[in-house]
Each structure stands twice: as structure tokens, then as C-alpha cells.
């Protein structure tokens, strides 16, 4: 009981789940260029253009530095390439191995891997950090490493070489340092075992990095599911189950792709903490 209260004492003076050493790099990872948006918002806006941004993110923790998501490939810096049948044009301006170089990270110094869902524009770099130890849930690793990713609109190509790395399979949300600063939450649907990050930043506060539960700000408002989708009703739970956890946590709500509101957020090499 006194050792307990010990704890819970230190834990209230160190700001328990709060790592004061921790920062948050933001990424941009790629430009998807939308020539119907209602492919993201069935029967919305037909045939409408929208611009939406990829993110990826670097945390450092004392215990080891973290890579969310890895964006659209860098082998697209220079080219572009139409997706979903012409309905989208993707393209990269800045590589992710030039971002990272130019705050002095190598791939090679990146311990631990999350990717939101394996979607392309997601896994695009994944190859590159098949050192790294990969968290993923037991559904998406299913979908991904199975018989039939295609099957799933995942890319196999563009995650290939982690058929040697470090996987950690999760089932539910994932403490990824064990003091409550970096959070995998389970939030399926979009892909079989689609999972977000919470970051506990001493200053900032905590932030939640969505992944693709929404593609942009008027699809949260709505509560829309895109037409690729792996499960409507499952999505719709988790969008609940967020939204409940979001306004108890009172965490930032960061949407990925959301092209507007990442121009009111602060890219490397600024960082928040
Ligand atoms: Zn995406």
C-alpha cells in the first residue's frame, strides 16, 4: 500500500504518461490530387476537385525514436502516377528520406514502426525501415501478409522487405514505451485492422494522429465513409468510440490528409514537445 502510494505520488509530480523529452516531427508526405471527391463522400460533391496532403510523423523518445506511417514512395519525387482509374493524381515533393536527413536521421536510427493501415499512400516507405520493429494489428497483419492483400487495395511491393523484421502483432491498443506518452488505439474499419497514435507531448499536450478514420474536416462533420472502405457499420462504431475518447482526452484531433488544416500545423524541422 506504502509502496502504492510512493507511485501514484511520483507519478502525479512527474506528470505520469508525460515524457518531458519527448517531440513530434511532422512529415509532408506526398500530394494526392482528387478529381472526384465523392469518391471519399459518396454522392457528395460529384466530380468535384480537392487537393489532400499525406503526413507522416517522426516521435523521439528517450527509449528510442518512432516513424508513423511512411507516406506516398519518394521514387514518386519527380513523376506522378493516377490512381482508383484516373480518379486520383499522387505526386511527392519532398522525400522522406531528405526530411529525415535534414534534421540528421537515418532510417537505420529508427527503432520502432507504426503505420496507420497498409494502404500504398501509407506504406510507401515502409521498405525503408525494415530494421525497425513493426506494431500492427492481428487483423491488418492478416490482410497484408496473407494470400490476398490486393484484395484488401493494399501493395505488397511497397512493404516487401519486412517479411524479415521485428513485427509485433497487437490485438487492441499498444503502450509503446510502458509510461503512457505514445499510444497505439485500435480504430478498425477502414482496414480490417486499422489502429491510430496517441502522443502525450509535455507542452503541446496530447495529440491524436487519426490515420484515415476521416480523409478531411467536412467527412468528421458528417461522420462520411469513403467508397473504399472495408466495413461501413465497423467504421461507424469506431468514429463513435474516437469521438467519445477525443473529447474526454480533450486531445487534438489531427486529420492526416487534411490539406488545410496541415497548413496550420507546424512541419520539420520544427517540432512540438
Ligand atoms: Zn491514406
Redesign the pocket.
Known sequence: MKYLFILLSACLLSACGKSPSLTLHVFECGQVNVHDISLFSPGVNEGGAKELT?SCYLIQHPKGKMIWDTGLPDALAGNQADAFGGKLTLSVNNTLSDQLAAINVKPEDIKYMGISHF?G??TGNANLFKHSQLFIQQAEYDAAFGETPEKFGFNPASYNALDTSKITILKGDHDVFADGSVIIKTAPGHTPGHQMLLVNLENEGPIMLSG?LY?FTSNREHRRVPAFNFDKPQTLKTMEMIETFVKDSGAQFWI??DKEQNALIRHSPSFYN
Request: hydrophobic share 0%; no cysteine.
Open positions: 499525406g494502404h499512400d501509407h484515415d480523409h492526416q490528409h
